[in-house]
């Protein structure tokens, strides 16, 4: 049952266009917007970013190209005086606007309710020492720390914790302002650094190497709770979310671990009494099920754009329904259309986001990767097998690469550190690293990287070795006859080196330059005739093959489809 008295409704968009921030909350937004429209409540948007959905017209019924700041959304609330305000859908901007103009007494003075995540359980995550007591009160671990107002009492906590630390600024997007440290002279710079951004830093003790993994977790204020999606960065602890490669669903953790790690986040979003969607942040220890909580995102993070796209589960359209007074069990999904919003997704694909950073169009900028968040834009991509996702993604990230494997020559000039001190081409780097002879235990030794992930990379090292053992192909194919050379390609070994590619998302390119036909013609022809070869031997798309089978065989076409899906 909705709020009756909730009859036009003030969004705080996601604000002008910066790295860490704006744009991957454009998605959030539109789709609360849509969840307002469809209960028929007035809906006013605050953004000064035009170059966002939710700012085209008709998606909101009035919008303010004004900052997302205290001051201009007063006076527009002061004209509109509506009646409840979203906060949780423009990123760390909108949230810290929020707060200040609660705190301030503004949304009070003119009786504008605050819908969803209560302002207090804002605060209580936002607020790093109390974010700490908070969890405490139920047994759940953070990372050890101290919140501190000046440089003086950052020096102070560092030296009672022991270096190395992490510096994390409150009420920031994005990483802003932290950093590792080692010593007190990278103390001292990151310090400076991270009271630029905020007037809280915590000093934590740093757990570099550690698993990051992240669950998506929906309450309602009936406290109905599920977790929509699991996430696990392809990086260890160190460098920020946002730059590294993130799988959906987890692939590393054992069954116990994610089962562990959901009943926390459960009860972690019960206990601060959050109201929509929220995204929690794990470090866990690879060598046991030891766990810390790194941060609690009580709003829609960029994670949830990449969850609702992975699972098709809508999170930020259930979180404003939910944020209107519905309960989970109210709600149907409004992408499948026949489950409820109470119903877990099940993903049995693999989906893979990778960062794109644009650091060629700055001068002077650090390459390095850290706590910090550099990349511009990300992709994401869908394959049965965590190889053919990635190598899909890695073709569209727009760096002119094909995969994993198979690219232009990429001049490394020291491959160990650059293991150790990850780059915006770290991904390139471990293929090299690979293809000339680093073993998987001794990546893991220099990055830390899961060994799971580094063998899955390293099969696809070996089914390129493979192919370019059979770089006779584009010889013989020359010479012979076609139905002598398809009696080469029908052999055993070569018809299951072919499936074997294309299953773990090899291009026909990718494949053509390897055998050697990119030698003897242009780069089209080359994907053009792996193309023709692999249809001579019925290596199409599966759905292809099922078009085929239903159309032979009529009656069975439902159980065909079904089986596929």
């Known amino acids: 049952m909705t709020d009756q008295n909730i009859k036009k409704v003030l969004l705080l968009g996601s604000g002008a266009l910066k790295i860490g921030q704006a744009g991957e909350f454009d998605y959030s937004g539109a789709q609360a917007l849509k969840a307002l429209k469809e209960e028929g409540v007035e809906s006013i948007l605050i953004n000064p970013n035009i170059a966002t959905v939710q700012t085209s017209q008709g998606v909101a019924d009035k919008v303010y190209f004004q900052p997302v700041k205290p001051e201009f959304v007063e006076r527009i609330i002061e004209k509109e005086r509506p009646d409840g305000i979203l906060l949780s859908f423009g990123g760390q901007t909108a949230l810290n606007c929020g707060v200040e103009l609660y705190q301030s007494g503004v949304l009070e003075k003119y009786g504008v309710k605050v819908l969803g995540t209560p302002v207090q359980a804002i605060i209580d995550t936002e607020d790093r020492d109390l974010f700490v007591k908070r969890l ?24 009672a914790l022991g270096f190395p630390v992490i510096l994390r600024a409150a009420y920031a997007l994005g990483g802003l302002g932290s950093g590792f440290c080692d010593n007190e002279e990278q103390l001292l710079t990151q310090a400076e650094e991270a009271f630029s951004f905020s007037p809280q830093v915590l000093v934590e003790k740093s757990l570099k190497g550690w698993k990051e993994i992240e669950y998506e977790v929906v309450r309602d204020r009936f406290d109905n709770c599920i977790t929509v999606c699991n996430m696990e960065n392809f990086d260890p602890l160190g460098i920020h979310t946002g730059e590294s490669i993130v799988v959906a669903p987890s692939q590393t953790l054992s069954n116990a671990e994610y089962h562990k790690l959901r009943a926390l986040a459960i009860k972690i979003i ?20 030891d766990y810390r909580v790194i941060e609690v995102n009580a709003r829609l993070s960029r994670s949830s754009a990449l969850a609702s796209k992975a699972t098709g589960y809508p999170l930020a359209f259930v979180a404003a329904k939910l944020g209107l007074g519905y309960g989970l069990f109210d709600l149907k999904n409004s992408v499948t259309k026949t489950t409820s919003a109470f119903f877990e997704p099940a993903l049995d694909y693999v989906v893979v986001k990778i960062p794109r950073w644009d650091l060629t169009k700055f001068h002077g900028v650090k390459r390095e990767l850290g706590s910090a968040m550099k990349s511009v834009g990300e992709v994401m991509a869908v394959g049965r097998t965590f190889e053919e996702a990635l190598q899909k993604g890695l073709r569209m990230i727009g760096q002119g690469m094909h995969g994993f494997v198979e690219n232009h020559e990429i001049k490394i000039t020291d491959i160990t550190k650059s293991l150790h001190e990850p780059t915006d081409m770290r991904i390139f780097v471990l293929a090299k690293a690979l293809q000339i002879g680093y073993s998987v235990d001794q990546i893991h030794e220099l990055t830390k990287i899961d060994r799971w992930f580094l063998q899955k990379l390293k099969h696809l090292v070996d089914i390129d070795l493979r192919l370019q053992e059979n770089r006779y192909f ?9 139905s002598e050379f398809m009696e080469i390609l029908e052999t055993p070994e070569v018809a299951e080196l072919l499936h074997d590619a294309k299953v773990y998302g090899f291009s026909d390119f990718q494949i053509g330059r390897a055998v050697g036909l990119e030698e003897r013609m242009n780069m089209e022809e080359a994907g053009l005739t792996i193309r023709k070869w692999r249809k001579a031997l019925g290596l199409v798309p599966i759905v292809n093959q099922i078009d ?16 596929y899906l």
């Open 474 to 482: 584009a010889e013989v194919s020359e010479y012979m006859d076609e």
């Open 270 to 289: 019960r206990h601060i009494g959050i109201v929509g969607e929220c995204n929690v942040q794990y470090a866990l220890d690879p060598q046991s099920e």
């Open 548 to 563: 085929t089978l239903a159309a032979e065989y009529p009656a069975q076409t439902n159980y065909l489809y079904m089986s």
């Open 136 to 159: 405490d009160e139920i047994g759940v671990k953070t990372i050890k720390s101290e919140a501190c107002s000046t440089v003086e009492e950052v020096q102070k906590a560092a030296k």
